[in-house]
């Protein structure tokens, strides 16, 4: 299989694993790959990438590797960043007033929960200094 953007989401989850490489394939990346060629919703989409970009670059600087319980990945916690952002697109209740505390929850979701409780405090900190 050459082209893996034939295939629709479900039929990609249930037949193909795929490997990602943190090293070729960058959380921008796969930011950019789920909100850049959406035709409805384009304005939304090109929105949420801006403040997923800007959230996450803000993130990425506070050093979270070693304070989690469980070991995830970066992207991995990205990912599921994403996947709460479109599942909440689908129900098509989104407006611009309503992106920057929905990124907020689903990137804490994402990111917070998996932060061993000695360093949660520390984390918020940096939350509140940065946003």
């Known amino acids: 299989l050459e082209n893996l953007n034939e295939l629709s989401p479900l039929m990609l989850s249930s037949c193909v694993m795929l490997y990602i490489d943190e090293q070729i394939w960058t959380w921008k990346d796969l930011i950019l790959s789920n909100f850049s060629n959406q035709l409805n919703n384009y304005d939304i989409n090109q929105e949420l990438q801006k403040i997923l970009i800007e959230y996450i670059s803000k993130i990425e600087s506070y050093d979270i590797k070693d304070k989690s319980t469980i070991n995830i990945s970066f992207i991995s916690k990205i990912s599921m960043t994403i996947t709460l952002l479109k599942n909440y697109l689908k129900n098509d209740k989104c407006s611009f007033i309503d ?4 990124v907020e929850f689903t990137l804490l979701w994402s990111f ?3 932060i061993h409780l000695d360093y949660r405090k520390q984390f918020e900190n940096c939350w509140r200094n940065n946003f």
Do not use: K, N
Not at 99 to 102: A, E, K, N, Q
């Open 99 to 102: 992106l920057r505390p929905l």
């Open 112 to 114: 917070i929960t998996h």
